[in-house]
């Protein structure tokens, strides 16, 4: 037995599912997870001594690989320094500096511990700022596990092929209303049939808790607009997105200005953080300065903003973001030459370095379609991949994502790794 099948048994026991999050536990693909020993740069190495290509890259954060020298000499220092002090402290500034900078519409800031802290202070904020209820979200959107968001949602909850959450009271649930994503013209009829309860619409600019899916030109623009003219606040979910499909997130890259807009993963360079931020008359409502109460006992914890300060200022290297996006757009092309030979089905795509692979003709627009797609070829192309040193996410409904430590020969060997692969699944 392999020390990871050792453990899993021992952890089934003690935490649900053997893990602490449930995509993690490897249920879509089958097989047992491994177990990590250490990770340095585009490698993680298992308690067995194997070592992967990794293209989870902790599900986000990690744009610099792991262990970078930069963050780790952050880490270091500010340890030093002591870890917590439930005082400021000059770096929750500098981040929020920094992150004013690079995406403009964050007015203010105010960091919190995850990107399901972050989505819930939205909404609450939204729904003090309008005197509304209503929220509309996107089919197969994932904007962290807070109540409201559990309806119809994307990443575990998609991989898991679960109803909505049992737990949430149906009275928050219906308050929470679902339109597929890409489609304009139903966010339009909901709006003409209950404009005036609609306090916010909440979607990830580009999805990628249900694989990756690109907006349509004109959606955003299309939302902006319903928005305003019913007097609903626009919420970009871009804890995955944010210094990831560009300096200044999708909303840079899409030229599109949010009213508020959530943030994690990256923004912590892997410790716990998250943050929202928008307009500063919103962001004034917030507790002390405003009656919409949100704290936090770690929140701008030292260390973590030590390390969401060391790995956003090496992504500001002149050419950064183009090396990344040109490396993504050479795995996503490759992989899809991979199945042309292999005869199989496939739809990528990419923004920056997150991307995303169905194995299904497309084109992919909407969760539905996502759907369509071959999750038994997945789950052995899956296997196959990872006994070739490649991991994948471990679900057909996850965006992938490519760090500054992936080099050009990693991704040429990927290639191959994920070909030979995909024969092999097809084989199967
Ligand atoms: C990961 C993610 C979240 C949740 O963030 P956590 O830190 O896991 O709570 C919310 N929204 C989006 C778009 C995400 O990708």
């Given at each position: ?333 490759g992989i899809g030459d991979a199945a042309r030979r292999q005869g199989v089905a496939a739809t990528g795509g990419h ?78």
């Open positions: 037995m392999s020390r990871s099948a050792e453990l899993f048994d021992r952890a089934k026991a003690v935490l649900p599912g053997g893990v602490n999050s449930p995509v993690r536990a490897f249920r879509a693909v089958g097989g047992t997870p491994f177990f990590v020993d250490r990770a340095r740069g585009a490698c993680l190495t298992d308690v067995d001594g194997k070592t992967y290509l990794d293209y989870v890259c902790s599900w986000g954060p990690l744009i610099l690989g792991h262990a970078h020298p930069a963050v780790l000499d952050a880490i270091r220092g500010a340890a030093e320094r002591g870890w917590t002090y439930g005082a400021p402290c000059a770096a929750e500034v500098d981040l929020a500096e920094l992150v004013r900078r690079r995406m403009p519409a964050l007015e203010m800031v105010r960091f919190v511990n995850s990107g399901t802290e972050a989505t819930m202070a939205a909404v609450r904020i939204a729904r003090a700022a309008t005197r509304r209820d209503v929220i509309i979200k996107f089919e197969g959107c994932y904007h962290g596990h807070a109540d409201s968001f559990l309806v119809k949602a994307g990443s575990g909850v998609a991989t898991l092929g679960l109803p909505d959450s049992p737990g949430v009271p149906g009275a928050l649930a219906e308050l929470t209303l679902t339109v597929p994503f890409n489609d304009a013209a139903a966010v339009q009829e909901v709006f003409t049939r209950r404009g005036k309860e609609i306090a916010a619409v909440i979607v990830e600019p580009y999805v990628g808790n249900a694989g990756f899916i690109a907006p349509e030109p004109g959606f955003h623009e299309a939302l902006r607009a319903l928005c305003d003219r019913h007097g609903a606040l626009l919420i970009f979910d871009e804890v995955m997105t944010g210094f990831r499909v560009a300096p200044g997130g999708a909303q840079q890259r899409l030229g599109v200005r949010a009213d508020l807009t959530t943030l994690g993963k990256i923004i912590g360079g892997g410790l716990p953080v998250g943050a929202y931020g928008g307009r500063a008359d919103l962001m004034r409502l917030v507790a002390p300065e405003g009656p919409v109460y949100q704290a936090g006992t770690l929140s701008g914890n030292p260390v973590a903003m030590a390390a969401g300060l060391a790995t956003l200022r090496e992504t500001e290297r002149p050419g950064f973001y183009d090396v990344l996006e040109r490396r993504t757009a050479r795995l996503v092309a923004a920056g370095s997150m991307w995303g692979v169905y194995l299904t003709a497309g084109p992919v627009r909407t969760f539905a379609q996502a759907k369509g797609s071959d999750t038994g070829l997945f789950a052995r192309w899956h296997c196959a991949a990872l006994a070739r040193g490649v991991f994948l996410a471990p679900s057909a409904f996850e965006a992938g994502f490519v760090s500054s430590a992936h080099t050009d020969a990693d991704i040429d060997f990927t290639i191959a790794q994920l070909d030979a692969a995909l024969g092999e699944a097809r084989a199967r």
